[in-house]
């Protein structure tokens, strides 16, 4: 049975760390466009496939790792990658949080550094280095949901998770086209706002998850007793139960250690990620040229 919840998951974290990429891309590709640089955009594909492949391939060789591995040895590291993929997705929020002001201005600055300073194919490693970590970040993320649906459902929960980020990355690819033909349609705090939020959730139920495998193998011993059972009214092998379980890390019959670790980092993250921001004054951005008047006299010094 296709896992919708796992589908659900994997669509909102390939949106929205997607979305990210492709506005870092087409801010980059504004700026070149803007300052006659237009003839340098495919140094900058170059740099954003490199980074997309690599992303991949690590990604792919974690799962690959976790499901090839024996007991104890697979839950151990499932934990913690499930663990690495919660801590990661934390601070990608709050980095994003605090330097969303002043990243259009930075990236900005950088290409005129390269375009000055370095050589073109300085542009490719610029592309590079803004995508690797969004990509990184995804990749770990998506491997950790991959990792908790394939415990739940089977291998066909971690395909969802894997279908659901490739058309949540082609959402976010026809939304950073949008952004650079000058598209006002998406409200980008808005959206990061309550993506996060969401986010914030999603990495609960791996935080969870990942104490749960420390239960099993007995490296966590304290608050191991079920907290209560609702696996009569809703479990969460099916239905709903399935659904919840994908998304936010619900399991029917919790233990009191993984209920009371869902719940502080839940309680304590938002509250953290949705007090007011104080942001420092910007700095300006990078003057752009202007075209002189046809047959404007040249500067004194010329």
């Known amino acids: 049975m296709f896992d919708v919840g796992a589908f659900v998951s994997g669509l ?22 803007r300052t006659g640089n237009a003839r340098q955009f495919g140094k900058i594909w170059v740099g954003v496939g490199v980074a997309v492949a690599v992303s991949f391939v690590l990604g792919a060789a974690v799962y690959l790792t976790v499901g090839g591995l024996e007991a104890p040895y697979e839950q151990i590291f499932e934990g913690l990658t499930l663990l690495v993929a919660a801590g990661v997705v934390t601070w990608m929020l709050f980095w994003m949080r605090r330097q969303a002001s002043s990243v259009k201005g930075d990236l900005q600055r950088a290409v005129d550094r390269t375009l000055t300073e370095g050589t073109a194919w300085g542009l490719a490693l610029l592309a590079f280095t803004a995508v690797i970590r969004e990509g990184l970040e995804t990749a770990l993320f998506l491997v950790g949901q991959a990792t908790a649906a ?20 082609g959402i976010a690819v026809a939304l950073g086209y949008g952004f650079y033909r000058g598209s006002q349609a998406l409200n980008l705090p808005t959206f ?3 993506t ?18 420390f239960v099993e193998i007995g490296w966590i011993t ?17 239905g709903i139960g399935l659904f919840l379980g994908a998304i ?3 399991t029917s019959s919790p233990e009191w250690i993984t209920l ?5 980092y839940v309680v304590v993250v938002l509250v953290l990620y949705l007090r007011p921001l104080n942001r420092p004054a910007a700095e300006p951005l990078p003057a752009e040229p202007r075209p002189e008047p046809a ?8």
């Open 248 to 250: 936010f890390g619900y």
């Open 150 to 169: 394939a415990g739940a459902s089977g291998e066909e929960g971690a395909l969802a998770v894997l279908a659901g980020a490739l058309i949540g990355l």
């Open 196 to 213: 996060g939020v969401l986010l914030i959730f999603i990495a609960a139920g791996l935080l969870s998850r990942a104490v749960h495998e």
């Open 12 to 33: 909102l974290t390939g949106l929205r760390e997607g979305v990210e990429a492709a506005l870092i891309v087409a801010i980059i590709c504004s700026y070149l466009a």
């Open 295 to 302: 047959g404007a006299a040249p500067a004194p010094g010329d």
């Open 222 to 238: 304290a608050g191991t007793s079920p907290a209560f059972d609702l696996g009569v009214v809703l479990p969460h092998d099916q």
């Open 192 to 194: 990061f706002r309550w």
């Open 260 to 264: 009371v670790t869902w719940t502080t």
